[in-house]
């Protein structure tokens, strides 16, 4: 399962978002080594690009015409089978937790915002081919504030999925903070890959905890 | 974020079709209280055993309880001018309701059988069963009150739709079908004795059954009412957001010669726009964040850069939140004329205290070289934050910038309606 995404050093992506200009900028901004290998507009024709190109990496508009009005969150939903080989990165010029974290509990590994410079893109785009998650500032808060972490609810144990162990609250204070993966890492004097492992564990439990503030906040606004 | 701090958000109490195993009473119910479903479905179970109690209350949440997202209904219940304008993302819906399919087949077959029956052997219990017949297609002509009339396949036409329609039918056969099996009780299949009281009792059915159509016609009028309400404030807002969007267009226009002043009003107007688009507002006076927010896009405005902001929690501005803000924007102020961007700022409520990290990724500087007598750092920040009782730390190291602390204990009062632990 674990093919190299990144074959010859080029990473293949499919580009989803509704407007012509804001893919052509993209396109021109990613460095040399991510090559757009599709390009779709709309919720029926970034399924079907998905399907038919099978990319490693889908770097996708959280907000999408078509379909059933879900956007980004439906197309992952429909190609939920294709998750294990195809990542999703969200990317959102909205920033609004709620749109977020739709996308994320679909599936997606990353979100970022679209004020982001080409060469981040590219980073993300490379982390999240290679089974990381990408996390924004306002991610981080936002995982912050779903979790309760603020009021100082810890997990003590490494399996309780509804909440944080101390360890990942940190880290994400830090992402919050506007702080790097390298800086973070620097600052609580940990490896780089540690804080990946940190960083991955909160998506998982994003993605799958039934936490009740959490599903509650979620079904306030139509998510679950 | 959900809400003011303390103030939890009670959703209104309607039945959705999501997640609904019957009518959805115990998942509206379980949305509206905040409990967990399976505690509300136990506890109906429970009153059902005790004399039927639960079964009554839950046909009466039925009939009465309008279907509805909750969620949704607030949303709609919120003034127009504090909620966001851009559609939210929509989860996919179930589009047949199977359970109600499964329902009325099972009804109907029922219902054959007893015919069947009839025509064959009689037994005894024979109008226990019709009566209960009887009830349920009663019960199922009576749902269509609840149709959902916001679905878009079900706005056809004064509500003369699919669902509806076959629901009516399926209600009035087996209706009919009660009524002569009740009726021709001790009868022969072929006697016609009691054909007039038969057929009496068919149209006391068939008003019974009509009667909630005209109801809900009444009440698709209040609905359309309150449609007509929104749409207009939705227009209001249109408006006002077409008049900001296309003064600053003009006035970028006018100054398309000076960079500056054109990026200035394009960022301001993005803001603007953004915060119309994506952001529940909140009412003036209620909210730390959104007085945070206007402190940020003073800096932006005044200095030309972008802050990334992060708010965790929320809280109503109370003593000392002034000066945390004055402080912030100091710090802000040193950030963007010193530091270079991105400049972050992150805030975060708990009950004991709120935090602020101001950064800027400039040169840094040593804190001890600062003469006494630069007035920035020492006095609006740090003393600002001494004197009500906060602390504030400037933490900086040549090539990775500045990072400025500032920390606020909260009012041990106020404290009762926090988060639990």
């Keep these: ?224 | 974020m959900p809400g003011a701090p303390g103030a939890p958000v009670r959703l209104p109490l309607r039945r959705p079709t999501r997640g609904r195993w019957v009518g959805g009473v115990c998942t509206g119910l379980a949305i509206h209280l905040g409990a967990p479903v399976a505690v509300v479905r136990a506890l109906f179970v429970l009153l059902t055993l005790i004399g039927a109690v639960g079964v009554g209350l839950y046909v009466f949440f039925w009939v009465t309880v309008p279907v509805g997202d909750p969620a949704a209904v607030a949303a709609q219940e919120r003034p127009a001018a504090l909620t966001r304008i851009a559609p939210r993302l929509r989860a996919p819906d179930r589009k047949v309701p199977l359970t109600d399919i499964g329902l009325g087949l099972l009804l109907l077959v029922a219902a054959g059988l007893l015919v069947a029956v009839r025509a064959g052997a009689r037994v005894d219990y024979s109008w226990v069963v019709p009566t209960l017949i009887l009830l349920v297609g009663t019960g199922l002509a009576w749902s269509q009150l609840d149709a959902v009339q916001r679905d878009r396949w079900l706005s056809v036409a004064g509500g003369r739709t699919p669902v509806s329609v076959i629901r009516l039918a399926g209600g009035l056969v087996l209706v009919g079908l009660g009524v002569v099996l009740l009726v021709g009780q001790r009868e022969p299949i072929d006697a016609l004795v009691r054909s007039a009281v038969a057929a009496l009792a068919v149209l006391v059915g068939v008003a019974l059954v009509l009667a909630p159509w005209w109801l809900r016609l009444v009440r698709e009028l209040g609905d359309e009412r309150a449609a007509r309400a929104r749409e207009s404030e939705r227009a209001d807002i249109a408006a006002h957001l077409h008049d900001s969007v296309l003064q600053t267009l003009a006035l970028i226009r006018a100054r398309a010669g000076d960079a500056d002043d054109v990026a200035r009003l394009a960022r301001a107007q993005e803001r603007e726009l953004r915060a119309w688009l994506y952001d529940e507002r909140t009412t003036a006076g209620t909210s730390l964040a959104a007085e945070l927010r206007d402190v940020v896009a003073e800096v932006e405005d005044r200095f030309a850069v972008a802050v990334e902001t992060v708010v965790v929690g929320d809280c109503v501005p109370e003593n000392g939140a002034e000066a945390l803000l004055q402080a912030t924007r100091e710090a802000l102020l040193n950030a963007a004329r010193h530091g270079r961007p991105p400049l972050s700022l992150y805030l975060e409520c708990t009950p004991d205290q709120v935090e602020v990290f101001v950064r800027d990724r400039g040169d840094g500087f040593d804190l001890d070289e600062v003469p006494a007598d630069r007035f920035g750092v020492r006095e609006s920040i740090v003393g600002r934050m001494r004197r009500r009782g906060g602390t504030a730390t400037v933490r900086s190291r040549p090539g990775q910038g500045t990072e400025v602390h500032l920390c606020l204990p909260r009012n041990p009062r106020t404290h009762d309606e926090g988060t639990p632990r």
């Design chain 1, 1 to 224: 399962m674990s093919q190299p995404p990144v074959a010859d050093g080029v990473l293949d992506v499919v580009l989803v978002d509704d407007h012509l200009m804001f893919r052509a900028g993209v396109k021109a901004s990613l460095d040399g080594r991510i090559r757009i290998v599709g390009e779709a507009d709309d919720v029926p024709s970034a399924i079907e690009a998905v399907r038919r190109l099978q990319p490693p990496v889908v770097i996708l508009d959280v907000h999408l015409p078509g379909g059933d009005g879900g956007g980004g969150a439906e197309v992952i939903h429909r190609c939920a089978d294709l998750l294990g080989t195809t990542r999703f990165l969200a990317l959102s010029v909205s920033d609004a937790a709620e749109d977020v974290v739709a996308v994320i509990r679909a599936g997606a590994r990353g979100y970022v915002t679209k004020a982001i410079s080409g060469q981040d893109l590219s980073d993300a785009a490379r982390r999240v081919a290679g089974g990381d998650a990408v996390f924004s500032p306002r991610l981080a808060g936002f995982v912050l504030d779903a979790f309760g972490a603020a009021a100082g609810d810890v997990a003590t144990g490494d399996d309780e999925l509804d909440r944080l162990s101390a360890r990942e609250r940190e880290v994400m204070r830090l992402i919050a903070r506007g702080y790097s993966y390298r800086e973070v890492a620097s600052e609580l004097f940990i490896s780089i890959k540690t804080v990946e492992t940190h960083v991955s564990a909160v998506l998982r439990k994003l993605q799958l905890s039934s936490r009740h503030e959490l599903t509650r906040w979620a079904a306030a606004r139509r998510l679950l």
